[in-house]
């Protein structure tokens, strides 16, 4: 069996409907569950677990942007550290503040800082686990917390469980409105001036849906226009950037990156189809847009299509042995849908053809349809996708 046709077996088995065949006599709080499930399950919207897939597949999901999990070097080294720290724990037996704490972690905590060149270093269960346990922490009743409307959910999550008095977003990227904000809780409570409450302006150097690099420079410069007595902070969400943009992230995998994507806007615009595909509002990438003058190009790339399209483009891509997964409300803002594409240090530009390839006759085929050229109403890939199923629907 090819990958996609597992995929696409997974996917569909996790959308079976569940509530209508409970018993009456099964727990109401699980019917309530499942019933809320098969909401999403009718739309084949559900989230379920996919099956791993091998090299043979084009990655254009995972984070692993410098490749580093397909070296042999790395895994070999591993194995060596490990061999020499036979000794350890197979578990922390405990919280850090309890038991947990040990000195191969501190050494660990000491080399990332040196990296970063940070005071020190707290390593975390995950991305989403450290935005919320930084947030809860320093954040003082009383103080705010200023956020890019775009900021990751794990922010949002932070606010919720943190003190702070304030908790106001400003436009994305926009200093002009950061200064706004920052003007207004000036204004409101003098306490920010003297110093006695704080303000901590949540950010992301670079956005995991948008793709898009922060303006960390002119941001910076306003608060501290504003708070000169630096009452205002920032915290900032490397997840997307740590080790390929900037000083630390040089070196080859950066600049081979920089080139793969380069290549993929050239060979995007120069597509036949594109200019119509875009013209009829379809498919876009803001990213695209004026690429050449931009010093450093995002690894993140969203590929943006018409509310509905996304779901259909990730099958297609699919069926051509690639990973690109769609994205919808509520991931990104109302209105709008996305197919995320990651390139990687190991991607080549035999790859990225073949990405431009699919693409362009996908959009050829939604093209088409919408014009009523052919008799289907949905893409043939999306209607071998509803067959295996057993449906020629699709809401």
């Known amino acids: 069996m090819v990958y996609y ?39 084949i919207r559900l989230n379920v677990l996919k099956p791993r ?22 895994r070999e080294a591993f194995l060596a550290e490990l061999a020499r720290c036979g000794d350890f724990r197979l578990s922390a037996s405990g919280s850090r503040v309890q038991y947990g704490n040990y000195e191969y972690i501190l050494e660990v905590e000491r080399e990332i800082a040196a990296f970063h060149g940070a005071e020190t270093a707290w390593i975390c269960h995950s991305g989403f686990y450290a935005n919320i346990g930084v947030l809860e922490a320093i954040a003082l009743p009383g103080d705010a917390i200023v956020f890019d409307e775009f900021s ?12 702070a008095a304030h908790k106001i977003p400003f436009q994305h990227n926009s ?11 000036k204004d409101l409570d003098p306490g920010f001036t003297k110093g006695e409450k704080s303000i901590l302006i949540c950010v ?26 630096g009452s205002a902070q920032f915290i900032i969400d490397e997840a997307h950037s740590n080790g390929v943009i900037g000083p630390n992230g040089g070196g080859l995998e950066q600049n ?22 875009m013209d009829e509002g379809l498919i876009s990438v803001p990213l695209a847009e004026d690429y050449e003058q931009r010093s450093v190009l995002s690894h993140v790339v969203p590929i943006k299509v018409k509310p509905g399209h996304d779901f259909f483009l990730f099958i297609h891509l699919a069926k051509a042995n690639m990973n690109a997964y769609p994205m919808a409300y509520p991931v990104v803002p109302k ?40 008799k289907n109403v949905i893409p043939s890939s999306m209607r071998e996708f509803l067959a295996m199923q057993g449906t020629n629907g699709w809401e």
């Open 152 to 163: 990751h959910a794990s922010t949002g999550v932070g606010m919720k469980v943190s003190v």
């Open 256 to 277: 081979h990156i920089q080139e793969i994507v380069k290549y993929f806007f050239e060979s995007l615009l120069d597509h036949p189809i594109w200019q119509e595909a």
């Open 53 to 74: 897939w091998d090299d043979s597949v084009l990655d254009l999901t995972t984070s692993d942007f410098l490749s580093l999990s397909r070296t042999g070097r790395i």
């Open 204 to 229: 992301e150097s670079l956005y995991s849906m948008e793709g898009d690099l922060c303006p960390l420079k002119e941001l910076v410069s306003v608060a501290k226009e504003v708070f000169p007595n």
């Open 335 to 374: 209105g709008t849908a996305l197919v995320r594409m990651l390139f990687h240090a190991h991607n080549t530009k035999e790859e990225v053809d073949k990405i431009i390839t699919a693409v362009g006759e996908w959009a050829d085929e939604i093209l088409s349809i919408e014009r009523g050229e052919s």
């Open 5 to 43: 046709e597992s995929l696409f077996k997974e996917m569909l088995q996790g959308q079976e409907l569940r509530r209508p065949a409970m018993k009456k006599s099964e727990p109401a709080f699980f019917q309530r569950l499942e019933q809320a499930m098969d909401v999403h399950r009718e739309k």
């Open 175 to 185: 200093a002009d409105s950061l200064r706004d904000v920052l003007t207004s809780l």
